[in-house]
């Protein structure tokens, strides 16, 4: 936090619903431990705060605001939803939103235990998720480009963390998704940003899909790649299955940012080892787990 920054506390948030939602201040207001471009504190058992933090622009919170409240009926698994809007304010100078809680635990802190369950769930979800998108829809910056646009965000997760007794194994995938022809067809809805922090689960499998501040229309490979990153081993080809719509040169760019996302979740491992901002150290183990299926491709 900056000297220039306004530290994010409980009574902070209360008095922020006291100043606009003050039908909402009485209820009962928790951190949610994790948060870094938005931080969360939970309202009551129903709500959830969510904070503009480091994000340098309030576009992402804005594009839940409005988009969300139309994906949210059409898809088969609960997502937070805005429910009321915060405006900056002389108490506090950026954007918040309060929003549906979706009930459960991240992934990066409870493991799925019912692979084939989880599988065919998150293909339904994004079976539903990806269709095609209206005009105005965001378009990726980013997320959503072509894996040869993204050289050189592999090129620095690579050098940084790759495994020296899997690294040539990992370009290769990284090559080969590069070479995979573009996708030729019109922009879906995307989530975009599927790591084990932003999906939730509850009884073994996965119950609910977060923080959709990366949303864009563009190529469904970027949650695709959620068959390795997300999913035990084993479970791939029954998630394909179900999806039942990723031609070849789809799975081939899943697989290879597939990969760049690995390495970024060990990067984020990494630099929580070693005290840095923004670092996770619990990340660095689910990456490389995950990495070990990119190259299975299992």
């Not at 804005?62 to 698994?77: G, N, S, Y």
């Not at 915060?86 to 493991?111: A, I, N, Q, Y």
């Amino acid at each position: 936090m900056t000297d220039t920054e306004t530290e994010i506390t409980a009574e902070l948030v209360r008095d922020l619903l006291r100043e606009q939602h003050p039908d909402l201040a009485g209820l009962p207001v928790r951190e949610v431990p994790g948060g870094w471009g938005n931080q969360m504190w939970r309202l009551g058992d129903e709500l959830a705060v969510r904070v503009q933090r480091m994000d340098p622009t309030p576009e992402p919170q804005l594009k839940e605001r409005r988009w969300l409240p139309l994906l949210a009926p059409l898809l088969p698994l609960p997502v937070p939803t805005p429910v009321r809007l915060g405006e900056p304010s002389g108490r506090f100078p950026k954007h918040w939103t309060v929003m549906t809680w979706v009930p459960g635990e991240p992934l990066d802190l409870c493991p799925l235990t019912r692979p084939a369950h989880a599988a065919d769930t998150l293909a339904d979800f994004l079976r539903a998720l990806h269709v095609e998108a209206p005009a105005a829809a965001p378009v990726g910056s980013d997320f959503g480009a072509h894996p040869k646009k993204c050289a050189d965000g592999f090129e620095h997760f690579f050098q940084a963390v790759a495994p020296a007794d899997v690294a040539a194994a990992t370009r290769a995938v990284w090559d080969d998704a590069v070479a995979a022809p573009e996708w030729d067809g019109p922009p879906l809805w995307t989530h975009g940003d599927l790591h084990p922090a932003n999906v939730v689960v509850r009884d073994g499998t996965l119950s609910g899909i977060v923080d959709f501040g990366a949303l864009f229309a563009g190529d469904p490979a970027w949650d695709l790649a959620a068959a390795w990153v997300l999913l035990p081993a084993g479970t791939a080809s029954r998630f394909f299955a179900g999806y039942a719509r990723a031609d070849e040169p789809t799975i081939r760019r899943a697989r290879g940012l597939a990969a760049m996302k690995c390495l970024f979740l060990m990067l984020m491992g990494r630099n929580g080892t070693q005290g840095l901002p923004g670092g996770k150290p619990h990340w660095g183990p689910l990456g490389r787990e995950a990495l070990d299926r990119v190259l299975r491709g299992v």
